[in-house]
C-alpha cells in the first residue's frame, strides 16, 4: 500500500490559488491517486482523479509529475465554501484502502 | 437519488451492549467499506466487502464484526462496545468494474457514536 504524507494544515484568503501536496513515494504502476474533499460531519467527497500528468475538471486540478511520487491538488480562487479537509488517496487495486491524515484547508476573507 | 444511507445517525450507548449500525447503497456496488474517524487520525477502514459473502478486515477490526448477505447492506455489528469506540463511522461503497482503484467511493452521511 502506498502511504501517502500531506500538509496538517493551510491557509489562504478568499480569490487566491491553493496548491495542496501529496508524497506518496512508493506508488506502485497500477494506483491511481484521488482527491477527496470533506466537510464538517460529513462524508467524504470525490474532488478529482488522476494516473499521470495533469487532470482538470469544473473544481479543480490535479498535477502529477512523470514519477508520480507526488501529486498537487490545484483549487482555484477558493471561497470561504472551500475551507474543508482534503485527502490524497493513492489505491490500486489491492483489497485495502488507507487513506492519509489530510490537510485542514482554511480559508479567510 | 444514488445514495448510501446509514442508521442511526447518532447513537448513546454503555459499555457492553451490542449495536448494530446499517449501512445500504442502491447503485448495486460491489465493493462496501466501513471507517472509523477520529480527531488528528483521518479516516481508517475498519472492514471492506468485495462481494455478497466475501469480507477482510481493514486497518483497525478489533472489536468489530461485519456481514454481507446481500449486495446493498453491509451492517457493522459491535458485540460489546468499549468507549474507545466512540467514534464518527462512515459506510462507503464503489463500483469494482475494471478495477476498483480508478472508481470513486461514495461515502454515507455518518454515524456518530458514543460509548459510555
Known amino acids: 500500500l502506498a502511504k501517502t504524507t500531506q500538509p496538517i494544515s493551510m491557509d489562504s484568503y478568499e480569490g487566491q490559488e491553493v496548491n495542496i501536496t501529496c508524497s506518496h513515494n512508493?506508488?506502485?504502476?497500477?494506483?491511481?491517486i484521488t482527491w477527496y474533499q470533506q466537510f464538517p460531519s460529513q462524508g467524504p467527497r470525490f474532488i478529482i482523479q488522476g494516473y499521470k500528468t495533469k487532470v482538470t475538471n469544473e473544481v479543480a486540478s490535479l498535477f502529477i509529475p512523470a514519477d508520480r511520487k507526488s501529486s498537487t491538488l490545484s483549487l482555484p480562487r477558493v471561497s470561504l465554501s472551500d475551507t474543508a479537509v482534503y485527502y490524497c488517496l493513492v489505491w490500486g487495486g489491492g483489497n485495502k484502502l488507507t487513506f492519509g491524515t489530510g490537510t485542514q484547508l482554511k480559508v479567510e476573507l | 437519488e444514488a445514495q448510501v444511507t446509514q442508521n442511526p445517525r447518532y447513537l448513546i450507548t454503555v459499555t457492553g451492549k451490542k449495536l448494530t449500525v446499517t449501512c445500504s447503497q442502491n447503485m448495486n456496488h460491489e465493493y462496501m467499506s466501513w471507517y472509523r474517524q477520529d480527531p488528528g487520525l483521518g479516516l481508517r477502514q475498519i472492514y471492506y466487502s468485495m462481494n455478497v459473502e466475501v469480507t477482510d478486515k481493514g486497518d483497525v477490526p478489533e472489536g468489530y464484526k461485519v456481514s454481507r448477505k446481500e449486495k446493498r447492506n453491509f451492517p457493522l455489528i459491535l458485540e460489546s462496545p468499549s468507549p474507545n469506540q466512540t467514534s464518527l463511522y462512515f459506510c462507503a461503497s464503489s463500483p469494482l468494474g475494471q478495477g476498483a482503484w480508478t472508481d470513486t467511493q461514495y461515502f454515507g452521511p455518518g454515524t456518530r457514536l458514543t460509548v459510555l
Open positions: 512508493n506508488i506502485a504502476t497500477n494506483d491511481y
